[in-house]
């Protein structure tokens, strides 16, 4: 292994480690028996979504920051495959139409609306929807303003071969070119 990939793995187990020290103060909402509830704050731009007592929602938005729960806890609301209604609220985080987010989760016609009318995607699709809240968690903590880094991900990139980083999250090369770009941004090396 060469040395530039070996600080390149040692940087991503760094993020992770940071990513893990957060979902681990998520926990104790993660054991909440409340029903899911949607409150919006009384300033628009930020948004509150309560964690629900279901295995499959995972993700909050607090002071309109996306939060993530332990690796493990999500790994296993994956497996079972998380609620329809957490598509929507990505694309409402986002600021972006719901096709959009439907199109890099790999759902398209009649799929939408089966999914929809059960609440529930399979795990594959669940696998797609949750990179693109890690890719969304970590270019907030990177930009350090979730505007900037709604806008960042919607917008195209030349750095990216003038793609937008969101367009890329639909596989996981994608995913480790954006990933391997945010981290160029968070050690000043700009691309």
């Excluded at 279901?54 to 497996?79: C, H, N, Y």
């Excluded at 694309?91 to 939408?112: K, Y």
């Amino acid at each position: 292994m060469t040395a530039r990939r070996m600080a390149h793995q040692f940087v991503i187990n760094t993020i992770w480690l940071y990513i893990y020290n957060q979902m681990v103060l998520m926990e104790d909402a993660m054991t909440s028996t409340t029903l899911f509830s949607s409150t919006p704050d009384s300033d628009a731009k930020r948004r509150h979504f309560a964690f629900k007592a279901s295995p499959r929602t995972f993700f909050d938005f607090k002071e309109g920051v996306l939060q993530l729960p332990k690796a493990l806890v999500a790994w296993k609301m994956i497996r079972e495959g998380l609620e329809f209604h957490v598509v929507e609220a990505v694309a409402e985080h986002l600021d972006t139409d719901l096709e959009v987010v439907l199109q890099v989760i790999g759902l398209t016609g009649g799929t939408v609306a089966r999914r929809k009318k059960a609440n529930l995607l399979n795990p594959q699709e669940s696998d797609r929807l949750y990179r693109v809240l890690k890719v969304t968690a970590l270019a907030e903590r990177v930009l350090e303003d979730p505007q900037k880094a709604k806008a960042w991900l919607l917008r195209n990139n030349r750095a990216l071969d003038g793609q937008s980083p969101f367009s890329l999250l639909d596989n996981e090369a994608g995913t480790e070119a954006v990933e391997d770009l945010l981290i160029q941004i968070d050690h000043g090396v700009y691309s």
